[in-house]
């Protein structure tokens, strides 16, 4: 089985290479020199990976991102990502690892490729499809509860899962391939190619609204 969390890392950092330090992303404030700094923190720093998941040590993670971007170049830092994680990370063990990154590399890496108004949708391998629909069916629940309706998550060939239950609001039903339905639930819901069908007032505020996963 192909190691799609290598795939979509070297995909990555060669599009870095293409597009330099100062182009926008999809994540809020962030260029790619930011987003750069936040995936080495995360594989491998221990004192900042945890300002990632928790505010209140937020600031940490971001001196520490700022102190990464003096140290290295863009390209060197780059380089390190193309790597992979040191050996001490928990990045680095072969099915936690793969576990780990393969749905995180790949929404930033269209976190890059979506930030322009021209981009073009990849057609992702029947593997790599399947296994996000996988992996999303496990995460979407933690990931939309704070949606105000329910939501169910449609493939083309028919396929459902929900993602959160009915609300007071109802369900709203989110159709589109799996790469698309994982940017939706990552909030990325702007450049998601879904169609969503259910109450307008609420489709309405699920294009625009954070989960807050």
């Given at each position: 089985?192909?190691?799609?969390?290598?795939?979509?890392?070297?995909?990555?950092?060669?599009?870095?290479?293409?597009?330099?330090?100062?182009?926008?992303?999809?994540?809020?404030?962030?260029?790619?020199?930011?987003?750069?700094?936040?995936?080495?923190?995360?594989?491998?720093?221990?004192?900042?990976?945890?300002?990632?998941?928790?505010?209140?040590?937020?600031?940490?993670?971001?001196?520490?991102?700022?102190?990464?971007?003096?140290?290295?170049?863009?390209?060197?830092?780059?380089?390190?990502?193309?790597?992979?994680?040191?050996?001490?990370?928990?990045?680095?063990?072969?099915?936690?690892?793969?576990?780990?990154?393969?749905?995180?590399?790949?929404?930033?890496h269209e976190d890059v490729r979506r930030a322009v108004p021209d981009f073009q949708v990849r057609a992702l391998p029947a593997e790599q499809q399947e296994g996000l629909w996988k992996g999303l069916k496990l995460a979407s629940r933690s990931m939309v509860r704070k949606a105000p309706s329910g939501i169910v998550l449609r493939l083309p060939d028919g396929r459902e899962?929900?993602?959160?239950?009915?609300?007071?609001?109802?369900?709203?039903?989110?159709?589109?391939?799996?790469?698309?339905?994982?940017?939706?639930?990552?909030?990325?819901?702007?450049?998601?190619?879904?169609?969503?069908?259910?109450?307008?007032?609420?489709?309405?505020?699920?294009?625009?609204?954070?989960?807050?996963?």
């Open positions: 089985m192909t190691d799609y969390s290598r795939t979509e890392r070297l995909a990555l950092c060669d599009l870095f290479d293409q597009v330099g330090p100062d182009q926008p992303t999809l994540c809020e404030g962030w260029l790619t020199h930011d987003l750069a700094a936040h995936l080495y923190v995360r594989e491998s720093d221990p004192i900042a990976a945890p300002g990632i998941m928790l505010p209140a040590l937020a600031g940490t993670t971001e001196r520490r991102m700022t102190a990464v971007k003096t140290r290295w170049s863009f390209t060197e830092l780059v380089d390190k990502l193309r790597g992979g994680p040191p050996t001490f990370s928990i990045y680095a063990l072969p099915l936690i690892g793969h576990q780990l990154n393969t749905t995180e590399y790949l929404v930033h899962a929900v993602a959160k239950k009915p609300t007071a609001a109802g369900s709203v039903t989110v159709s589109g391939e799996p790469v698309e339905l994982v940017l939706f639930c990552f909030g990325r819901q702007a450049v998601a190619q879904v169609d969503l069908d259910g109450d307008p007032e609420i489709t309405a505020q699920l294009q625009t609204r954070s989960f807050g996963f």
